[in-house]
């Protein structure tokens, strides 16, 4: 079932409702926390919707998760775009944020153009060669949502053979419902998370 709205607060909230997906709350952030937090209309957007709580998604091998209290966000930047001092790391762009990971590759919102562009990344590679996962943070929530209703709601994560594989058919449902709400090469960045 695809998300019935394309508001990214009502996609949200309803993935929020799904078996195994968590939320952590943390209290107000503090000044400092909201000082550093680099100002982009479509962050907001994203902290609003995330209602400034962090949110882990059950995944292949572990949750994905999503930062969006200032505090965690600042955080997350840690060993991408900063070192443990808050010294900038060569090879990360200014203009990059770290809005969660997966299994570590980071989940990046590209702040230079009007709308968040999400990029994704996997680590140790010498040098970031992201590529677009998403063209904006609402095709990043719809592409969530679809991965959430089919993974949690419709095979209750039974979606693995013997061997620890994924079994063929979910795949293809997931490619199915993933080209439903992603561009074709952003699907398939997608997909590559998911398969890799």
Not at 89 to 101: F, K, R, S, Y
Not at 130 to 157: I, K, M, N, S, T
Not at 171 to 192: C, D, G, K, S, T
């Amino acid at each position: 079932m695809e998300p019935r709205t394309t508001d990214i607060h009502q996609i949200f909230s309803d993935l929020r409702a799904m078996p195994d997906v968590a939320e952590q709350k943390l209290p107000e952030p503090s000044a400092e926390a909201l000082a550093w937090m680099p100002y982009h209309p479509d962050l907001n957007l994203w902290r609003k919707a995330l209602r400034t709580a962090d949110l882990s998604i059950p995944w292949v091998a572990e949750d994905i998760y999503l930062f969006s209290h200032p505090a965690s966000l600042r955080a997350a930047q840690i060993g991408y775009a900063v070192d443990a001092d808050g010294k900038p790391l060569a090879g990360w762009p200014d203009d990059w944020i770290v809005l969660g990971h997966a299994l570590g590759d980071p989940i990046i919102g590209r702040l230079a153009l009007a709308h968040i562009e999400v990029l994704f990344a996997r680590h140790g590679e010498g040098s970031w060669q992201p590529q677009v996962l998403a063209p904006r943070l609402e095709h990043l929530a719809a592409a969530l949502h679809a991965w959430g209703d089919l993974f949690l709601r419709q095979y209750h994560q039974d979606v693995y053979d013997d061997t620890y594989a994924l079994r063929p058919e979910f795949v293809e449902a997931l490619r199915a419902r993933i080209h439903a709400v992603l561009p074709p090469a952003q699907a398939n960045v997608f997909m590559e998370m998911v398969t890799y």
